[in-house]
């Protein structure tokens, strides 16, 4: 008896667990979720003139050693320091817009640091990622660089949970 009820409490667990029967989310709703996010990122870099790179595209770049610079607007403490794109620098920029340079939002850093970050090429790629598609630090630090004068510059929309989601290595701050 006890077999049976354990074996109905599994089998009801995994049937509740699976995607194709959910009962607080259909694939619907979860498409309109998808249909906001896709139109917010194309606003988003419209506005501010910048262009995306996909995670396969910067694995390429890397792999071929493009001259670029790879910009981390996550947490130094909390994220970029356990994990990051090999390669990226790390300079913080806030989730929400920042229209004027703001210290306070920047771990105190000014403009000019960015500027030095980033280096005098203002033709090279600069490419700018945080943590996944919803986070806009990237879309700050992107449109920074822009206003910077730098021509060539890419949000990596995916970030480091697309990085990792491929199975790329990570680089680590030891």
Known sequence: ??????????????????PSFALFDSKF????????????????????GYDLVTTAELKKMTDDKTDMVIIDTMPYEDSYKKEHVPGALQFLFPIPAMPEWDVKETAGKTQADFEAMLGP?????????????????????????KKLGYK???????????WKGA???IGEVK
């Open 29 to 48: 709703e979860a498409e309109t979720t998808k249909e906001a996010e896709a139109v917010k990122l194309f606003r988003d870099t419209n506005a501010g």
């Open 1 to 18: 008896m006890k077999k049976t009820i354990a074996l109905i409490l599994t089998m009801a667990c995994v049937l509740l667990a699976s």
């Open 167 to 169: 199975g790329f290595p």
């Open 121 to 145: 090429d203002k033709d090279k790629p600069i490419v700018i990622y945080c943590g996944f598609v919803k986070c806009t630090r990237s879309h700050n630090g992107a449109i920074w660089a």
């Open 152 to 162: 060539n510059v890419y949000r990596f929309p995916g970030g480091i949970f697309a």
